[in-house]
């Protein structure tokens, strides 16, 4: 049998291949040379399974798309509080590259603005500049499961022009934002823009995101969960500069562009997206990237606020049950255990009290409990106990976990 979603993606990019507008960033000169007709896409699944088509080999600089891991390594070095006193989470409703920070705080308003950008790299942790920017290209090469290289000829070209970024350095260092020398703390974030990447590297690395911080080949926990809901959390308010909001009803996959014209997309549980084309809009996001982004979410239901099933009722049936010549009540339960499910089963044991002694909690069909749930289900059996009922609870996976709840008890 043949698996699909290659010709799916294959038919994505070339539908794509209509929108031929827009223009190569120039303002890097290496840039202005990359052939404007090259384009890619890759899908990769949070078991680590990659699908890519068109240029898959095409390598181009990571750019802008670095943030938001530059971003989660700032976070694991100095926590979210830590990097939040000197980097924002707000939107900015402007380009890229506009000058501006916050007025009363001098703090840049996120970190996906270059501002934002140049201050997350200086507050990564290194023993000096060069250490610093080894770690972030480490940390880049783990979420991709192998080494990648910078783009020395990008960087030396970028830095030779670099006076805007410069500007930035000096500004931040101004406000106080930025410690040490500013010019190391711009040329290290213009160096790790300069990774050099394929697409499939990119869809692993959103893969990692998509999987709650665990990279799906390795297996090596990269991040907290906590810090890659809020690098997700930035990457969908600000991901996309000036057309965030259009960015957010219409793909509604959070995402990062860059300047080489990338796009990076991260759908939380599901898969690792990343698309290829270099002519870039007025906004500075890939034309045709943008294009095949729309498709994706729109074909494959990928917008997050669509993507979120509604949870089904924890209650798969209720019966009864001959239990050691006793009459029971047997609640079989199944699929995750989240709020709202067991919220569900819980308004049934109120409503619908079980009417013999003893009830019977078969958990073998569930597949996860969130702790909101484990809390709500102990509470639940504590109070059947109180009221007098016997309690047995099967759960054949050990879902359950530890609690101070009786599996099995007498009266
Ligand atoms: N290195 C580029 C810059 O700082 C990255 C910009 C981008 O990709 N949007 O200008």
Redesign the pocket.
Known sequence: MESPVPGYLADVLDSSAAFADGAV?D??PELAGVDPDRAAIALATVDGTVYAQGDADAVF?I?????PFTYALALSDLGIDGVGEKVGVEPSGEA??EISLEPDTGRPRNPMI?AG??STHGLVAGADAADRLRRILDFYSAFADRPLELDDAVAES?LEE?H??LAFGHLLRSVGNIEGDPVAVVEG??RQ??AKVAVADLALMAATLANGGVQPRTGRRLLDQRIVRHVLSVMMSCGM?DAAGDWLTTVGIPSK????GGIVGVLPGQVGLAVFSPRLDRH?NSVRGVKMMERLSEDMGMHVMEAARPARSAIRDVHRVDYRGEEATVYELHGDLVFSSTESLIRRLVEDPPATRRVIFDLDRVDEIEDVARRMAVSAGRSLLDDGHALTITDRNGVLGETDLPRETDA
């Open positions: 960033a303002y890097i600089t750019q802008s798309m670095s943030k890229f590259n270059n950008a140049i970028e670099g805007r970024n974030y213009i823009c300069a500069y562009s860059g300047v080489s500075g």
